[in-house]
Antibody, heavy 121, light 105 residues
Framework: QVQLVQSGAEVKKPGASVKVSCKASGYTFTSYYMHWVRQAPGQGLEWMGIINPSGGSTSYAQKFQGRVTMTRDTSTSTVYMELSSLRSEDTAVYYC??????????????WGQGTLVTVSS | DIQMTQSPSSLSASVGDRVTITCRASQSISSYLNWYQQKPGKAPKLLIYAASSLQSGVPSRFSGSGSGTDFTLTISSLQPEDFATYYCQQSYSNSFGQGTKLEIK
């Protein structure tokens, strides 16, 4: 079955960087785009960006431009999201989510289990 | 940017009730609208895509409607497992509504 398994929780100091991984299985990795979404404690969902695992092209939400980098490793079917210059407001659960599409419509399914990133001095 | 506004932000209802949640887009998004359910500590789960298409495996008591700027998610007869937070998402630029928390009355 299609599965996305993310790396474990991280604790980082302000100003540091974090790199979260998302390993895909059960489908052809390069055939489906992947998104990253985050959720601060008690808050809603916030879209961060998208990566095409085939060619590696990316598109980021304006809010994260210059601080986020999404990459992939096709040999291990893994996508990565690195966020730099961390601040306390970046404390959140970070999710990867695969795109599914039909005609011109697309949606996120499935999602990874989430990775909690805590930024604290 | 396309802003998504859900109403209400929270809702109390009883098992067996019919519930409707509304999502409004700041500009027309045709039918590029998805609905997700999220339970505490879990990842969101897709319920409805393309405004009205039921995801495989999702109970038929869930339905979606609308196009353009106004959309609704309806649960025809609430079950205990439906108490959760619901999010709409537009798939033009992928922003989400702020969520609607559905609680037991």
């Amino acid at each position: 079955q299609v599965q996305l398994v993310q790396s474990g929780a991280e604790v980082k100091k302000p100003g540091a960087s974090v790199k979260v991984s998302c390993k895909a299985s059960g489908y052809t990795f390069t055939s489906y785009y992947m998104h990253w979404v985050r959720q601060a404690p008690g808050q809603g969902l916030e879209w961060m960006g998208i990566i095409n695992p085939s060619g590696g092209s990316t598109s980021y939400a304006q809010k994260f431009q210059g601080r986020v980098t999404m990459t992939r490793d096709t040999s291990t079917s893994t996508v990565y999201m690195e966020l730099s210059s961390l601040r306390s407001e970046d404390t959140a659960v970070y999710y990867c989510a695969r795109v599914n599409s039909l005609n011109t419509y697309n949606w996120f399914d499935p999602w990874g289990q989430g990775t909690l990133v805590t930024v604290s001095s | 940017d396309i802003q998504m506004t859900q109403s209400p932000s929270s809702l109390s209802a009883s098992v067996g009730d019919r519930v409707t949640i509304t999502c409004r887009a700041s500009q027309s998004i045709s039918s590029y609208l998805n609905w997700y359910q999220q339970k505490p500590g879990k990842a969101p789960k897709l319920l409805i895509y393309a405004a009205s298409s039921l995801q495989s495996g999702v109970p038929s008591r869930f339905s979606g409607s609308g196009s353009g700027t106004d959309f609704t998610l309806t649960i025809s007869s609430l079950q205990p497992e439906d108490f959760a937070t619901y999010y709409c998402q537009q798939s033009y630029s992928n922003s989400f509504g702020q969520g609607t928390k559905l609680e037991i009355k």
